[in-house]
Nanobody, 122 residues
Framework: QVQLVESGGGLVQSGGSLVLSCAAS????????VDWYRQAPGKQRELVAS???????SYAGSVKGRFTTSVDNAKYTVYLQMKNLKPEDTAIYSC????????????????WGQGTQVTVSS
């Protein structure tokens, strides 16, 4: 069984930085992909960053140049580095991760972190 534990949220002033992480544990071969979502009160959930199996990343226009996602497969952990944060970045951030369970059969597992609150004050 695979578990994801998300951490790193908090309160930061405008212009500040935070790093979110999602750590996977269990019988894992490697992390394949990660998508980072956020949802602000009264707004729809928004995809802000993605990383594919080959390491290709993509970002929403609103965060491009400020957010960076990465994977450390030695630790089975994914990261979202956020800099130059703005009040409009305030939201609950969640990771969605696909894990490769076995190299031979190619079986995968997909799951969500529990979400973490990011609040940016002006």
């Amino acid at each position: 069984q695979v578990q994801l534990v998300e951490s790193g949220g908090g309160l930061v002033q405008s212009g500040g930085s935070l790093v979110l992480s999602c750590a996977a544990s269990g019988s894992i071969f490697r992390i394949n992909t990660v998508d980072w979502y956020r949802q602000a009160p009264g707004k729809q959930r928004e995809l802000v960053a993605s990383m594919s199996t080959d390491g290709t990343t993509s970002y929403a226009g609103s965060v491009k140049g400020r957010f960076t996602t990465s994977v450390d497969n030695a630790k089975y952990t994914v990261y979202l580095q956020m800099k130059n944060l703005k009040p409009e970045d305030t939201a609950i951030y969640s990771c969605n991760v696909e894990v490769l369970l076995g190299a031979r059969d190619g079986s995968t597992w997909n799951g969500w972190g529990q979400g973490t609150q990011v609040t940016v004050s002006s």
